[in-house]
């Protein structure tokens, strides 16, 4: 059985190198793509470079998700969301600098 190296987008080390900076805060990125955990919860998160998978009014591309993404925002029942900046991710964990 041979396992295939999966594409990293360009901006999720620098993205991941943020998160790991704020207090409260882990991730881990061995999973498809990152999971934060904040506030005694989990989220998941798919990082897209927004270079290549944003048009030009700001709004993903459908050619930017694979067929099993598209499944996974249709069916997965926990939290599950396409970002591409730090922004993204603490307004979706509500994160507070105080907690």
Not at 80 to 90: D, F, G, K, M, S
Request: glycine share 6%; charged share 25%; hydrophobic share 40%.
């Amino acid at each position: 059985m041979t396992s295939r190296a999966r594409k990293v987008d360009d901006n999720q080390s620098a993205l991941v190198a943020s998160l790991r900076k704020l207090p409260g805060v882990t991730v881990s990125t061995d999973h498809d793509d990152i999971l934060v955990g904040y506030g005694k919860r989990n989220f998941w998160f798919e990082v897209k470079n927004p270079i290549r998978c944003l048009n030009k009014h700001g709004a993903l591309l459908s050619s930017a998700l694979r067929p099993k993404q598209v499944e996974l925002l249709a069916t997965w029942r926990g939290h599950y969301a396409v970002v591409w900046n730090v922004e993204q991710i603490r307004e979706a964990i509500q994160y507070e600098p105080d907690n």
